[in-house]
């Protein structure tokens, strides 16, 4: 586990990805006859060449780098692959955060997951990666893109969508216990392999999609919602630790685990729980049964994932974590 970011690592990662992004280009070295339109249309067709080709790379003497895709849309993944000697100390920046590497068997090969929240405006952002050890880094750009998940038109009672007094406190109280869990400092992977899906049925509610609640532009979905009968088992999506259960407004009966190395997965509107806070719970092992508790239209299972802060398709999380998989 990589230790997290002080505040003089992130300044210099700051300043060393803001000098990168700024300047993309080598220095000129004027040519013979070359006129000032040419350079500038050298210099434009160079530009679109970089914001098209990714990932773009500074200095391909660093590390063995690789991505399971060149680009990524908000609300989604990748998987960066680095290969390295098993004693070194590999730093992955993306989004200033430092992003949590897990290694195989032999040591020599790390995966990380590079995510952008649902939210995350279109744009080109900096991947940087360094072996402090070997005095090795590399700079990359990904690119984000914008993508259109649909609308989802619900229909509710009115008082689960036009809060009183009391329940707006509520809800802002629970908002904050959940959050408290995103501000508490990444902790060692303890996820492996694949992550499987929590119940074994159809999804009926995609990830992603914007939400008209009662005619009303509300909150984008973001989960998936996977059909079930009340009382069908949830299972855990992966091996981690129970760090919250709750009866909350909007969510109802609700587990949140922490799988360590920035990953959290939540399972809401569950008839039952099985499990309490600070069980440390295997892949596969039963947490709850199915059930409409909070603000639900029926019962099922709504199945949420945050990757390094970012809300991402929990879909996408099983499709890239099974290269894992021995
Ligand atoms: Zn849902």
């Not at 060449?49 to 895709?69: A, C, H, K, N, Q």
């Amino acid at each position: 586990m990589n230790p997290a970011l002080t505040d003089a690592d992130k300044a210099f990662w700051r300043i060393a990805m803001a000098r990168y992004i700024a300047s993309p280009f080598p220095p000129a070295s004027p040519k013979r006859g070359e006129t000032a339109f040419l350079r500038r249309l050298s210099a434009v067709l160079l530009m679109a060449l970089i914001l098209t080709v990714m990932p773009f790379e500074s200095r391909p003497s660093g590390p063995d780098v690789s991505f399971s895709s060149d680009t990524l849309v908000r609300g989604d993944l990748i998987l960066l692959r680095v290969r390295g000697e098993a004693s070194d100390n590999i730093q992955v920046v993306w989004m200033e955060k430092e992003i949590p590497l897990v290694h195989n068997s032999n040591g020599c090969l790390w995966h990380g997951f590079l995510a952008a929240d649902l939210n995350q405006k279109p744009g080109v952002y900096p991947v940087a990666v360094r072996v402090p050890s070997r005095g090795l880094e590399r700079y990359f750009k990904l690119r984000v893109n914008d993508r259109d998940y649909g609308v989802r038109k619900i229909r509710l009672p009115r008082a689960k969508v036009e809060l009183d007094e009391a329940s707006l406190q509520r809800v802002k109280k629970e908002a904050q216990t959940v959050n408290s869990l995103w501000d508490a400092d990444c902790r060692p992977p303890e996820w492996k392999g694949s992550f499987r899906i929590p119940v074994d049925n159809k999804i009926v509610g995609p990830f992603g999609q914007k939400s008209i609640i009662n005619k009303k532009k509300r909150s984008p979905h973001t989960g998936v919602d996977i059909r079930g009968k009340t009382g069908s088992l949830v299972r855990a999506a992966n091996s981690g630790t129970v760090v919250l259960v709750a009866d909350h407004f909007f969510t109802g009966k609700s587990v949140y685990m922490d799988h360590g190395g920035c990953i959290f997965n939540m399972y809401f509107h569950l008839d039952s729980i099985q499990v309490e806070e600070g069980d440390f719970i295997e892949k596969g092992q039963i947490l709850g049964r199915v059930g409409a508790t909070g603000r639900a239209t029926g019962p099922h299972l709504h199945w949420g994932v945050r990757v390094n802060g970012a809300r991402v398709n929990p879909l996408t999380l099983i499709e890239l974590s099974r290269e894992l998989d021995p």
